[in-house]
């Protein structure tokens, strides 16, 4: 874990063993490095204070913000127990790459109070310390399911009474007007950053909503498009319940 909001996540939340925490040496004082030693102190978590140099050596990233930790693996929970949710709001990755995007889409889920998310074995980025650090310690509080396939595992989410909705930029649904299944038990499943929805996954999908755009660009960012999806079902949830 590497960051400094990741790794005080990371105290704080509990989860999961932390071994210890490193932190460079003449840092300018910041109330995020207060909670850190205070939370390493009331977890009995050692801190080894070490040379700038020495920390980014051990680092994973290109900037961990002088702080890393080191723990044990995150749990991942079963992806039928996150179906099965009559509350279910979960938030799906189809072949989403870079880590920031990931970290980010992770952050947002988070923030819009998703039940969970969805992330495949292979040809995506998983929870490394790049991802860890652009959630800003969401991995913490989101419980992920690692599937092995999307297409199976969104078939499967059917047959446990969720609704599957796609984000594409030609859906067939207006994101803000027609997302009628947003306040059902819905997973809710973003594309990669190239190629967009697989054409399994789209084929999986109840409804394949987009979102209107009114510049020049056709398209946003994935992790931007899946921060609104998201958000627009969290609101929508909230003027039902």
């Not at 913000?65 to 938030?91: I, K, N, S, W, Y």
């Not at 947002?108 to 109070?113: H, L, N």
Request: aromatic share 2%.
């Amino acid at each position: 874990m590497e960051g400094r909001q990741a790794v005080a996540e990371l105290l704080r939340a509990g989860r999961r063993k932390v071994y210890d925490v490193w932190m460079a040496d003449g840092a300018d004082p910041a109330p995020v490095l207060d909670v850190i030693v205070q939370e390493a102190e009331r977890r009995r978590v050692p801190v080894r204070h070490t040379a700038r140099a020495v920390l980014e050596r051990e680092a994973a990233t290109e900037a961990p913000q002088g702080v890393l930790a080191h723990a044990e693996a995150l749990a991942e929970v079963d992806f039928d127990d996150l179906a099965r949710d009559p509350q279910a709001f979960v938030l799906a990755l189809d072949g989403v790459t870079d880590p920031r995007n990931v970290g980010a889409l992770l952050r947002s889920a988070d923030g819009a109070g998703a039940t969970g998310a969805v992330l495949t074995r292979h040809r995506a980025a998983h929870v490394t310390p790049a991802v860890t650090k652009a959630a800003a310690g969401a991995v913490e509080h989101v419980a992920l399911a690692v599937v092995p396939g999307l297409p199976a595992a969104l078939a499967r989410a059917k047959e446990l009474g969720c609704w599957v909705v796609g984000l594409a930029d030609d859906g067939d649904a207006g994101l803000f007007d027609d997302l009628a299944l947003a306040t059902e038990p819905l997973l809710l499943v973003v594309g990669s950053e190239g190629g967009g929805l697989s054409r399994l996954v789209r084929q999986r999908c109840d409804v394949v909503a987009s979102i209107p755009m009114a510049g020049a660009l056709p398209s946003l960012n994935v992790a931007a498009a899946g921060t609104l999806a998201l958000y627009e079902v969290a609101r929508r949830r909230s003027r039902t319940g």
